[in-house]
């Protein structure tokens, strides 16, 4: 099983908002990533999770703060956005960080109003 | 440069054509090598690993040649159900670099 999920689906909030987004794997995997996708555009690494720890944070903006209680929860939190934060904020995993194929969950797309 | 070029299309192709992608990496240093699916408001579905030595998924090829940084991929006989946005993707040590995508069209 190759599945990752995520919640909610679609998020929309307002500037003043603070919401979390959650992701889940039960495949075993150590690594978790967050990326950001704005339309027609390629997903953009936001952070890395390795064995629980942040391993990578791409320069990404203290509005985002990403969270990983346990090898099987990722969460990102989001407070004071702004509207061109709104896209899909897709949720991956894979068994180790590295070379290791990576997989997506469905995402939650964002609506910053 | 990009780190990674595809051209984006669109491809529109008849249904029964075989169709071609084509990929450039600028990292000689990159490790391993994917293609992506992406149907419109979904996320990217791991299609195929690329090997150096060229690998085979019943109707899809992909090849991959270090020495020019290309990785190709070949659909044949091509389905309604192939039309989405073929994603190359690149890894080097943490992290995976991805191509703007291909898109490809399957018509009747």
């Known amino acids: 099983d190759t599945e990752v999920t995520q919640t909610p689906k679609h998020l929309v909030m307002g500037m003043t908002n603070k919401k979390s987004l959650k992701c889940e794997q039960h495949m075993g995997h150590r690594a978790m990533y967050w990326y950001k996708q704005k339309a027609k555009k390629p997903p953009e690494l936001m952070f890395v999770?390795?064995?629980?720890?942040?391993?990578i944070n791409e320069s990404v903006p203290s509005r985002f703060s990403p969270e990983c209680p346990n090898s099987s929860l990722l969460n990102l939190h989001l407070h004071a956005l702004q509207p061109e934060d709104s896209a899909l904020y897709l949720c991956?995993?894979?068994?180790?960080?590295?070379?290791?194929?990576?997989?997506f969950g469905p995402g939650t797309r964002l609506t910053v109003l | 440069r990009k780190e990674v070029e595809q051209d984006p299309g669109p491809f529109n192709v008849p249904e029964g054509a075989t169709v071609a992608f084509n990929c450039t990496y600028s990292n000689s240093a990159s490790q391993s090598f994917f293609w992506y699916r992406q149907d419109c408001r979904k996320e990217p579905k791991l299609l195929m690993s690329?090997?150096?030595s060229g690998n085979e998924d019943g109707r899809f090829t992909a090849q991959l040649n270090r020495a020019s940084q290309y990785i190709s991929l070949l659909i044949r006989d091509s389905k309604l159900s192939d039309s989405a946005t073929y994603l190359c993707v690149v890894n080097k040590g943490n992290k995976l670099t991805f191509g703007t995508g291909t898109q490809l069209k399957v018509e009747l």
């Open positions: 690329v090997y150096s």
């Open positions: 991956a995993s894979s068994p180790r960080q590295g070379t290791d194929t990576q997989y």
């Open positions: 999770y390795s064995y629980e720890k942040l391993s």
